[in-house]
């Protein structure tokens, strides 16, 4: 079965600096590989999405992410946060024959002025 | 505009009473899906159907049942047989065949005490 790591339970950045946001996955084939956002009370938006081709995938909000086989991994990224950012993380795997996505615990992200 | 609605957006009921989730979505999509969230434990898959008049349990579906007797909506019951019913909520649905990215309502907090 997969299954979804996202080591940090959460993260501070200052405005204006850059983010990195960690997930690994555990999967035995390719899996699809998504990023949602949450907002408190909210439900979750997708922010980008990798199922196959080129391994840097860009999303809305100017956020990017990157899949690593050799890692099993599929970190997001974004080069300057901003405050609007601030909001709950979530990396998911996808699995062939599964249509319902495995998710991992969260990242929160704080954003400080 | 398309999308995935949940009612009400918060819900109090009395331990023992049964109660309703309403999901609706007019997006045409065939598969629909109920997770469980809870803090620090992501999100977590209660049922999801692919198609009208079928569904399937996911990873715990103990206390729940569901129902797709439409294609648009997909209610879930949380029975007094559920034996920690207070959490949030919420529904997703995704095109279905050959697509795994998931579209989630903005959720319901049910409060049993």
């Known amino acids: 079965a997969q299954s979804v790591t996202q080591p940090d339970i959460h993260i501070t950045v200052s405005e204006g600096a850059s983010l990195e946001l960690r997930c690994n996955y555990s999967y035995g084939a390719t899996p699809y590989l998504f990023w949602y956002v949450q907002s408190p009370g909210q439900g979750l938006q997708l922010l980008l999405k990798?199922?196959?081709?080129?391994?840097l995938v860009q999303g809305i909000k100017g956020f990017e992410a990157e899949f690593k086989r050799s890692q099993s991994s599929f970190n997001l990224r974004k080069p300057s946060v901003h405050w609007s950012d601030a909001a709950e993380y979530f990396c998911?795997?996808?699995?062939?024959?599964?249509?319902?996505?495995?998710f991992g615990s969260g990242t929160r992200l704080q954003v400080q002025p | 505009d398309g999308g995935i609605t949940q009612s009400p957006k918060y819900l109090f009921r009395k331990e023992g009473q049964n109660v309703t989730l309403s999901c609706e979505q007019n997006?045409?999509?065939?598969?629909m899906y109920w997770y469980r969230q809870d803090p620090g434990q992501g999100l977590r898959l209660i049922y999801y159907s692919q198609i009208v008049n079928d569904f399937q349990k996911g990873d715990i579906a103990e206390g729940y049942s569901v129902s797709r007797e439409k294609k648009e909506s997909f209610p879930l019951t949380v029975t007094s047989a559920q034996k920690n019913p207070t959490a949030f909520y919420l529904c997703?649905?995704?095109?279905?065949?050959?697509?795994?990215?998931?579209?989630f309502g903005p959720g319901t907090r049910l409060t049993v005490t």
């Open positions: 990798y199922f196959s081709g080129d391994t």
């Open positions: 997006l045409n999509h065939d598969a």
């Open positions: 997703a649905s995704s095109a279905g065949s050959g697509s795994y990215e998931q579209y």
């Open positions: 998911a795997v996808g699995a062939t024959g599964r249509r319902a996505l495995t």
